[in-house]
């Protein structure tokens, strides 16, 4: 079984960004962790970075027949992203939003989440606990998908 991971703007800019929004784990630690987890789960894990939109949309294109689900953090994409939040609702698998910080307790614009109504559910601000949830929550659901 196969699933995404979708990091969006600047989520390169881990453990140097704003650490004390984001922490001090840099993305590479997030995909470690994430790689041992899938180990663990036995799924397998394609991972993308971009700061550009149209990639992760072509992403999610490329792997609409063979991923068995997604988890995405939209980053700066949350509030402005329609053609992500299109490509996520043409996805035939659930997807799970994912955020480090609480948005929702931050300034008011971002708050409000344009990504959330394409996704099956939405983990924040737990800084990269919010990954480990979002994997193991989409590894379930999936499963739970095939079994019918």
Known sequence: ???????????????????????????????????????????????????????????????????????????GLTQHGVPLHDAIKAMPFPVLEVHMSNIAAREAWRAHSIISPAVKGTIQGLGPLSYVLGLRGVVELARAARAG
């Open 1 to 75: 079984m196969k699933i995404l991971v979708l990091h969006g703007p600047n989520l390169n800019l881990f453990g140097r960004r704003e650490p004390h929004i984001y922490g001090h784990t840099t993305l590479a630690q997030i995909d470690q962790q994430l790689a041992a987890l899938a180990a663990e789960l036995q799924v397998e894990l394609a991972t993308v970075q971009s700061n550009h939109e149209g990639v992760l949309v072509d992403f999610l294109h490329e792997h609409i027949d063979s991923a068995a689900g997604a988890v995405v953090n939209p980053a």
